[in-house]
């Protein structure tokens, strides 16, 4: 489909921006460009449908050589959605600026029509024909720039930042549309998020050349590739990491302890006279996984409710999660607590429970790891904002 043969390009004040480039996509594929900012991956992209020509090396659509002579051929293949969606509108209504490109390739009236009811159908912006373009968010100028390329019917598409700026509920549509697509698909971003759902392939750009390809998964897993290309795993990597610690105590062999203790940020504290003790590992930055395990027996409770954990009286901190295995006392309960809450934070960092009556403080001094238990007589207090 697409055949990139050691490519280099330098612009007319001499900076040479690509050094060398070689890859290629085939038919169907999805796959992100990545890289840092001024690795050239803008300028690579102009590449692909004629808009700049390399000053050497060569690129081939479908085997046919781009050059000056074949750029008609070419752009009906392959169609480039830019980043900023203003450097593709300038009619005055919706309907010229998808008609322009069908106008421009010679068809008949009634083939330019219905290519512009059927782009703006895919984009879902029907009914906007005679709107102007200027007069339109920012996220519907995105799609109706994407529907200008779409009424050409190519068959490799080209896309730079294609979630910049967009709303949740935009980018999921695009997500959704991408994914279903038959077409050939090259997304250059930063959106490595979108670049692990939607693409299989990936490939890293820097310093005018490819110096990694391979499986999204792999390439987006990789934490040392990306950091030294100024990169960051993307959330869902970032969150499933996070998730590896969270676990419960009773479910943990020494080694799995070993292992976690080199991740989290563990402390102990002993309170009362029967030396209750607990164990508490906090998942830094945010997420907050509390491990408590105590020596008894007694009835078993699974909380897998949302509740509000305070520490101490200030301001409303961050969600997080809180996991709590108690077994209290030789005759005690014993609760399993599992479920996302709110964090109230404040001077002290203190918390309390409410359960059964009992009055228990915390007091965390999360630099010097103070621990304070209101005594004497055990009393603890354990709220979970629900009735048992």
Sequence with gaps: MIDVQDIHFSYPDGLQVLKGLSCSILEGEKVALIGPNGAGKSTFMSHLNGVQLPTSGRISVDGIEISKKSLKDVRRRVGIVFQDPDDQLFCPTVFDDVAFGPLNLGLPRDEIEARVTESLQIVGLEGFEQR????LSFGERKRLALATVLSYRPNVLVFDEPSTNMD????????????????????????????????DRCLVLADGRIIADGPSKDILYDREL???????????????ELLHGILYASEMDDAHREIISKFLHAHRHAHGPDGHEHVH????????????????????????RDHLHHEGHGNVGVPHTHDDDHDHGADGHRHD??????????????????????DHTHDHD???????????????????????
Excluded at 226 to 240: D, I, V
Excluded at 370 to 388: S, V, Y
């Design 168 to 199: 949740p509920l935009n980018r999921r549509k695009l997500i959704t549309w991408l994914k279903n697509s038959d077409k050939t698909i090259l997304l250059c971003t930063h959106d490595l998020d979108i670049a692990l759902e939607v693409c």
């Design 226 to 240: 990306l950091e030294r290309n100024k990169l960051e795993l993307p959330l869902a990597l970032m969150t499933h």
């Design 281 to 304: 590992i906090h998942v830094h930055p945010h997420p907050h996984s509390h491990m408590h395990d105590r020596v008894g027996e007694g009835h078993s409770h699974d909380l897998g």
């Design 366 to 388: 999360h630099e010097g790891h103070r621990h304070h238990d209101d005594e004497p007589g055990h009393d603890h207090k354990h709220d979970h904002g629900h009735d048992k």
């Design 337 to 358: 607590h599992d479920g996302p809450h709110h964090h109230h934070e404040g001077e002290g960092s203190g918390h309390n429970h409410d359960d059964h009556g009992h």
């Design 132 to 135: 102007s373009s200027f007069h």
